[in-house]
């Protein structure tokens, strides 16, 4: 199978690295069932994209594979793994402990995806001091220190959305380069910063709009709201309503 060796810097398309994550969940999917070899259109079907969509997004990553074979799993797991930073491990602080921060330092598998999760963070003095797991529940104000202490790369905020911006500049300013936002808030971030948003919300927002679809409920077209004129609540002169 032709590959890249070399490991010069390349440009890889956002809409490209947002797929590498399904394409890293389907194949190792297959290499528990022990395949060995995958084609692009099995791979596509798992990922639920089309076959040249795949064919591109991987020759970005120097992967071509074997007409009639198709790749390689390992070594394709292990390009995408390379490309992704998998084959090392990011200290990760959680900040927020409440219902969604909790469940996110019990979750496992963070770490078996190279996500070393290495301290938790709050405000709450009746959570600071008390253990999850291993791990003791720090102060927020210790941020600098935490930083420094485990070398934190990624940040996860779990808090309320009135203080994400002000951890988010306190994560900043201790040097962390990557945030996971929970909070429903949108961030102000330096140009250096990343950024991910995840809105659990928004995403059953959108499936409320299939499902309506799915049952066949779409609503009808609703009247333009209106504005009434007039200081006493009553309409304009010759009863007419003005659109707001």
Do not use: C
């Not at 797991?77 to 900040?95: F, H, K, N």
């Not at 104000?141 to 485990?150: D, Y």
């Amino acid at each position: 199978m032709a590959a890249s060796s070399d490991r010069v810097p390349r440009r890889i398309p956002e809409a490209t690295v947002a797929r590498l994550p399904l394409y890293l969940r389907s194949l190792l999917e297959v290499a528990e069932a022990k395949t060995a070899t995958i084609s692009s259109e099995r791979l596509a079907e798992m990922a639920g994209v089309n076959a040249a969509k795949v064919r591109k997004d991987l020759s970005y990553l120097g992967s071509y594979g074997t007409r009639g074979v198709g790749y390689d799993v390992e070594y394709l797991l292990y390009q995408i793994s390379r490309e992704l930073g998998l084959t090392q491990d990011w200290p990760v602080a959680i900040v927020g402990l409440g219902n969604l921060g909790r469940a996110l330092a019990n979750y496992r598998g963070f770490l078996a995806r190279g996500f070393h999760v290495v301290a938790l963070v709050d405000s709450d003095p009746g959570k600071v001091g008390t253990f999850i797991g291993d791990l003791e529940v720090r102060h927020v104000e210790e941020m600098p220190l935490i930083t420094r202490e485990h070398r934190v790369a990624i940040g996860i905020i779990a808090t309320p959305a009135s203080v994400a911006q002000e951890v988010t500049d306190l994560l900043v300013d201790s040097g962390v380069g990557s945030i996971l936002n929970f909070a429903p808030v949108v961030l102000t971030v330096p140009p250096h910063v990343s950024v991910r948003k995840v809105d659990l919300s928004i995403e059953l927002q959108i499936l409320s709009f299939y499902q309506q679809r799915q049952a066949g409920t779409v609503p009808l077209e609703q009247p333009v709201p209106v504005a009434v004129a007039g200081g006493n609540g009553a309409p304009p002169a010759g009863g007419r309503l003005a659109p707001i």
